[in-house]
């Protein structure tokens, strides 16, 4: 599969953790600079908002998910070092498995608390705007709290501010359960319905960076 690898390409990185089922240490998105017939490929490194291109650590444990015309192409791979060529970065890894072809994309889910407001679907509510809060965010849903009882599967609209920029995201909202801990009284699960490209894009990127702040 590594022959549909192109330059160019967007490819999604994770590092797992020692633990047994336990979450990505990090993940990213980064572009594929070339591959090679023997499994090895090169790409740029992530960059981080506050220490620049980071040195990713030499290991196996990685998956990488590449964005090729031909789908999404999911591998185990080992990063093999880090190199500068012309005063610019690269990050070499070897792909350790035959590679998969995947139909849909699991998001990481970044544990943070964001204040957002949003309406609700239905003439009862209508034109009313409702506080909440993030739990926890990904590329094609999140977890929140909020003081409004929410019945499952209504459509919601929901503003987010990401990086200074306005964000609508049309979402269906699920389980509505009681919040025993913080600012509101009900917990649920919201499923993003309507996002362009862009504006995944955008989630995507705005999580990455929260991550790379950190992975320092």
């Given at each position: 599969m590594i022959e549909h690898i192109q330059t160019g390409n967007r490819v999604e990185i994770s590092l797992s953790s020692d633990l047994k089922?336990?979450?990505?240490?990090?993940?990213f998105i980064t572009t594929v600079d070339h591959a090679k017939s023997n499994n090895m490929v090169a790409v740029l490194p992530p960059i981080s908002p506050t220490a620049g291109d980071l040195r990713l650590p030499t290991r196996s444990g990685y998956e990488m998910s590449f964005f090729?015309?031909?789908?999404?192409?999911?591998?185990?791979?080992?990063?093999?070092?880090?190199?500068?060529v012309d005063g610019e970065r690269f990050t070499h890894f070897v792909l350790t498995s035959k590679g998969k072809k995947v139909q849909q994309r699991d998001?990481?889910?970044?544990?943070?608390?964001?204040?957002f407001t949003f309406t609700v679907a239905?003439?009862?509510?209508?034109?009313?705007?409702?506080?909440?809060?993030?739990?926890d965010l990904s590329g094609n849903g999140m977890s929140f709290t909020a003081d409004l009882k929410i019945p499952d599967n209504t459509e919601a609209y929901i503003s987010?501010?990401?990086?200074?920029?306005y964000v609508l995201i049309v979402a269906k909202v699920f389980g509505g359960k009681p919040n025993d801990a913080g600012l509101y009284n009900f917990?649920?699960?919201?499923?993003?319905?309507?996002?362009?490209?862009?504006?995944?894009e955008k989630i995507?990127?705005?999580?990455?960076?929260k991550q790379l702040t950190s992975f320092r």
């Amino acid at each position: 599969m590594i022959e549909h690898i192109q330059t160019g390409n967007r490819v999604e990185i994770s590092l797992s953790s020692d633990l047994k089922d336990g979450p990505p240490l990090f993940k990213f998105i980064t572009t594929v600079d070339h591959a090679k017939s023997n499994n090895m490929v090169a790409v740029l490194p992530p960059i981080s908002p506050t220490a620049g291109d980071l040195r990713l650590p030499t290991r196996s444990g990685y998956e990488m998910s590449f964005f090729t015309k031909s789908g999404i192409l999911v591998f185990e791979a080992k990063c093999v070092g880090n190199e500068v060529v012309d005063g610019e970065r690269f990050t070499h890894f070897v792909l350790t498995s035959k590679g998969k072809k995947v139909q849909q994309r699991d998001f990481f889910r970044l544990p943070i608390g964001m204040d957002f407001t949003f309406t609700v679907a239905g003439e009862e509510l209508e034109g009313q705007v409702f506080k909440g809060k993030t739990r926890d965010l990904s590329g094609n849903g999140m977890s929140f709290t909020a003081d409004l009882k929410i019945p499952d599967n209504t459509e919601a609209y929901i503003s987010f501010i990401f990086d200074g920029e306005y964000v609508l995201i049309v979402a269906k909202v699920f389980g509505g359960k009681p919040n025993d801990a913080g600012l509101y009284n009900f917990a649920y699960r919201a499923r993003f319905t309507a996002l362009t490209d862009r504006e995944q894009e955008k989630i995507i990127r705005f999580i990455n960076k929260k991550q790379l702040t950190s992975f320092r």
